[in-house]
């Protein structure tokens, strides 16, 4: 799986995500950091990817865009790096399920 990290997560969760297998960047690590939400879209869609974020803007905007990459919606309030890979890695095989289903935005709170 492919995924694209939000500017407003850490760039260790896109190095996190390829220890495990998966291919990940980070927005800021590849000129999308300043961006709107409508590039980091077409980025995401243009390269495959899965957006992970803490902005509910892509929730908002998902209903009104077609076509729409994946979301992974992170709900947590304020995490440290090391609480959000905990949860991350705790729930993961659900998370990966989900995504692997189809569905359009995952949510962890």
């Given at each position: 799986?492919?995924?694209?990290?939000?500017?407003n997560?850490?760039?260790?969760?896109?190095?996190a995500?390829?220890k495990?297998?998966?291919e990940?960047?980070h927005?800021?690590?590849?000129?999308l950091?300043?961006?709107?939400?409508?590039?980091?879209?077409?980025?995401a869609l243009?390269?495959?990817?899965?957006?992970?974020t803490?902005d509910s803007d892509f929730n908002?905007?998902?209903?009104?865009r077609?076509?729409m990459?994946q979301?992974?919606?992170?709900r947590?309030?304020?995490p440290s790096?090391?609480?959000?890979k905990r949860?991350?890695?705790e729930?993961?095989?659900d998370?990966?399920?989900s995504?692997?289903?189809?569905?359009?935005i995952?949510?962890?709170?």
């Amino acid at each position: 799986m492919r995924f694209l990290v939000d500017q407003n997560l850490p760039p260790t969760l896109a190095a996190a995500l390829e220890k495990i297998g998966h291919e990940a960047s980070h927005t800021e690590l590849i000129g999308l950091g300043e961006v709107d939400d409508g590039s980091i879209i077409d980025h995401a869609l243009a390269t495959g990817s899965v957006i992970i974020t803490k902005d509910s803007d892509f929730n908002l905007i998902a209903p009104h865009r077609d076509p729409m990459p994946q979301i992974l919606w992170i709900r947590l309030k304020n995490p440290s790096t090391q609480e959000l890979k905990r949860v991350l890695t705790e729930r993961w095989p659900d998370i990966e399920s989900s995504l692997e289903s189809g569905t359009t935005i995952v949510e962890v709170s």
